[in-house]
């Protein structure tokens, strides 16, 4: 299916950036690119609603990774928000919520 990705601006600044559709391995790249070109004027956060996302695959998970290890090496916090049920279970499984924050709401 391929993955969309559409970006806003919360009030506080953070900046958020929503997939839609499934996170693997064709859908890295695509996410990646909006990390690093979120993270060219680096916000003091930035926030991944993963709401309108079902699936994610282990190259989804390393981008995650990576995204939270760029960010970071510039002050910036990575957040995880909107996760379904099922890929918190999936997060909790390889330690991803050990690394990077999860909140329910992008204003969390």
Known sequence: MGIHLEGRMDPDGSRVII????????????LATAVNESLAHPPGRLVIQMTHVQFCDSSGIVTLLD??????????????????????????????????????????
């Open 19 to 30: 997939p839609i559709g499934d996170l693997d391995r064709d859908a890295a790249d695509t």
């Open 67 to 108: 995204a939270h290890a760029d960010a970071a090496q510039l002050g910036t916090e990575l957040v995880l928000a909107g996760v379904s049920d099922h890929l918190r279970a999936l997060f909790q499984i390889c330690a991803l919520d050990q690394v990077v924050r999860i909140v329910e709401e992008s204003r969390g």
